[in-house]
């Protein structure tokens, strides 16, 4: 029976730990990758799969069932008739229904769009901990959060505890919310809280297991413990010092088989581990389980994949449970076995030292005054060492670095050509670059270059002026940017656009930008000289062209996101101070001849402010689509303004729509207010590029991520958006999931490598 949840936290704790609890709930201090189910008199246990697509699957009065979708999850737990799995990437929380059976079952997304980094299900609710702040969320059951930031959580019978982030205190409330004072845990750090029928337990640092109830301290079992489980009146952990179980409690569904295990759940009144030995998962106790019974399940994951190393070292044969590369399965770090320390025998007794007292002085102050010069000279020496290293980065840095004030002054235009003007020696054709220093072109090697600046020749224009293709005499193609030959109020514009981009440019090397060869300041004239991109803009590719690789691989279209984010992410992050674009937009990505993509036009770049989370207060620049909000209302110009500009890149590679595009019979909409709706309602599929065939069985997560990705950048405040260097992992993992084989497919299908 379930307790009135208006009760005083008295009567709520009674009803908790005396009634008995019918159904009462499996407890995980954390997620698993293991998850035991219960309800109409059967057992669902799923797990999830070793392999390429570390999807679910799950067994149900002895019939295996695949979950679907098939894609990859990170931890799943279950409850009361369902159960729920965290995808990969976070931001989804699928449950299915366990008690309708698993061959009719249709997942339901229950999160929106909040980045979970841990999920567990109670009876009949479902909490999770944000990534980032700690704070809990939850649904089902008229189930509330909870303020405050949390380390790990587990979920019992109408009732959620936690450990508090800082204190690694435990707390525990009611589903409204409510704290239930009798479930407070000791006074004691805890690495692990995990709530059952009846009682709360808790590890330790030292691994000793504390439990209680509403009625205080409950007796634990002896030793040290790495995991443990609690279902209905019973108690189950393993071992740190050989990974065995052991149970305990008033009706123990026993075990007394010897295997190892690395995870364990309970459901009702059973219990499920994981077997060290093949990664299979035997269950004992109530529901015919009996005293052990392998289920049919593949192998699964003994612990989530992930990308960073190892500190405490990796599971064998990693590689291949995760089955991609640069992924790792890590052992959890244990605090070493202890022993009760024996009583030390007292020391023997040391006869006293006699020093004469004028002796002792005088070594004393000459100990205190040769400490003191000591750290004086130390002091100096480093002051010195540092002095000269900032005066030498300063003059490094701001040598070719022109301030925002500089960017709309005729010195900048000085400055620059001081900077990058060297002598000439014959023509062009037989000069070549010295260092990182741009080569200067005469009005008449870069006419015969482009014809005469022939109308045939132009290929695009961008914020600077026209943009001609053209032949070198030495046979390089290249691409000419002419600024706009005008004498008005604007010029100052061009002439600050140009030496804004010569600048930049010139100190710039990265494979995603587009690279500087040369410049003309010639008279009027301002023109800029870069290497040729045979391929065009990714503008072209997805609204202009017919034929095009972008049109028939999503794979295609999410490389050449990634190498476009790296470009940014350069820009953002290794550029000193840090560069902001202004103007990321497809039109201003461009493809060279192998479809590496790089980012051009920075006519509107500015010099980013130095300090962590500054911002500079600029009059609002961009195109209209692409432009930040926020930059446009406040004037406040970040690097996460260049952020939200590629968060409209991503949503234009999938949905194919131009940033502002008309919808038939409703006029002009931006493609922000057209997908980002869609994609959190979980309606990605109906607005994919349709020209692109369907995205394939290991795509499916790939394109999801990006989509979810997208509506993240495009948040309409710049601190609720990822950083570059978020944004380049998680498409680096996007790519990584489609450079997989389809599980389906042959395994001898060739896929080109991630670039």
């Known amino acids: 029976m379930r307790g009135d949840l208006g009760f005083n936290a008295v009567v709520v704790v009674l009803v908790f730990v005396f009634v008995g609890l019918v159904g009462c709930v499996n407890g995980l201090g954390s997620m698993s990758t293991i998850a035991a189910s219960y309800g109409n008199g059967s057992a669902t246990v799923c797990g ?38 965290l995808r990969r990437g976070g931001r989804t929380l699928l449950c299915w229904n366990t008690d309708t059976g698993l061959s009719s079952l249709q997942p339901k997304r229950i999160s929106k769009n909040v980045d979970l980094k841990e999920i567990v299900v109670g009876e009949k609710h479902v909490c999770g901990v944000v990534n980032g702040t700690g704070g809990i969320r939850c649904w089902r059951d008229e189930a509330q959060g909870r303020n405050g930031s949390f380390d790990s959580i587990s979920a019992g019978r109408g009732f959620t505890c936690g450990i508090e982030t800082g204190n690694r205190r435990v707390r525990c409330w009611r589903l409204n919310g409510t704290e239930i004072s009798g479930l407070q845990g000791p006074m004691v750090e805890m690495t692990t809280v995990v709530a059952g029928g009846r009682d709360v337990c808790g590890i330790q640092d030292d691994g000793f297991v504390r439990c209680w109830n509403g009625s205080g301290p409950v007796e634990a079992r002896a030793g040290q413990f790495s995991a443990l489980a609690l279902g209905d009146g019973h108690s189950c952990g393993i071992r740190q010092e050989n990974k065995t179980v052991v149970c305990w409690g008033d009706s123990t569904p026993r075990y007394s088989g010897g295997d190892s295990f690395e995870a364990i759940v309970a459901g009702d009144n059973y219990t499920c581990g994981l077997v060290s030995a093949n990664f299979s998962v035997m269950c004992w106790g109530g529901r015919g389980f009996g005293s052990g019974s392998i289920l049919s399940l593949p192998q699964v994951l003994p612990r989530p994949c992930g990308s960073s190393r190892c500190s405490c070292g990796e599971y064998p044969n990693s590689d291949n449970l995760c089955a991609a590369e640069s992924e790792y399965i890590c052992f959890p770090c244990s605090p070493e076995l202890t022993t009760p320390a024996p009583v030390p025998s007292p020391p023997p007794a040391v006869p006293p030292i006699v020093v004469r007292r004028g002796l002792s ?66 023509t062009s054709s037989n000069r070549s670059k010295r260092g990182d220093r741009a080569e200067e072109f005469t009005l008449s090697d870069l006419e015969n270059a482009t014809g005469g600046f022939s109308e045939s020749n132009i290929i695009g224009a961008g914020s600077f002026g026209t943009v001609y293709r053209g032949k070198l005499g030495d046979g390089r193609e290249v691409a000419i940017k002419r600024g706009d030959i005008v004498v008005t109020k604007k ?54 062209n017919t034929t095009s690789p972008l049109l028939e691989s999503w794979t295609a279209r999410i490389k050449v996101a990634l190498d476009a984010a790296r470009g940014v992410e350069y820009l953002h992050t290794y550029a000193v101070p840090p560069i902001i674009h202004r103007d990321i937009k497809s039109s201003n990505i461009l493809l060279d001849a192998t479809g590496t993509a790089r980012v051009s036009d920075f006519g509107l770049s500015l010099m980013g402010p130095e300090e962590q989370g500054g911002h500079l207060s600029m009059t609002a620049a961009g195109t209209v689509g692409y432009m930040d909000p926020e930059y446009y209302r406040l004037h406040h110009l970040t690097t996460k303004t260049d952020v939200y500009g590629f968060g409209v890149v991503l949503l234009e590679l999938l949905t194919g729509q131009r940033a502002i595009f008309k919808q038939p019979a409703a006029g002009p909409i931006s493609v922000v207010d057209f997908a980002v709706p869609r994609i959190l309602s979980d309606e990605l599929h109906h607005i994919l590029d349709s020209r692109v065939r369907p995205p394939l069985s290991h795509e499916i997560e790939a394109v999801e991520m990006v989509a979810y990705t997208a509506v993240n950048c495009v948040h309409l405040e710049g601190k609720d958006r990822p950083s570059m260097t978020d944004i380049v992992a998680n498409l680096e993992r996007a790519v990584a999931i489609c450079m997989q084989v389809p599980i389906s497919r042959s395994s001898s299908l060739a896929l080109a490598s991630p670039q």
Request: glycine share 12%; charged share 15%; with cysteine.
């Open 48 to 85: 999830i799969l070793s392999g390429g697509q570390r999807g679910i699957q799950c067994v149900q009065n002895g019939q295996n069932v695949m979950v679907f979708p098939n894609v990859s999850f990170v931890g799943v737990s279950g409850g009361d008739g369902f159960f729920c799995g």
């Open 361 to 426: 002085r005088g070594l004393l102050a000459l100990v205190i005054v040769g400490c003191i010069g000591a750290l004086a000279g130390a002091a100096t020496v480093i002051w010195c060492l540092w002095r000269g290293f900032y005066a030498r980065q300063r003059r490094v840095h701001n040598s070719v670095q022109p301030t925002v004030a500089q960017l709309h002054s005729g010195s900048l235009r000085r400055q620059t050509s001081r900077a990058f003007r060297r002598q000439r020696s014959g």
């Open 491 to 544: 010029f100052q514009e061009k002439e600050a656009a140009f030496q804004s981009e010569l600048a930049f440019l010139s100190r710039l090397h990265h494979k995603h930008l587009v690279s500087l060869i040369g410049y003309c300041d010639e008279g009027e004239e301002r023109m800029l000289v870069y290497e040729y991109m045979p391929n065009g803009a990714l503008y072209d590719h997805l609204h202009k």
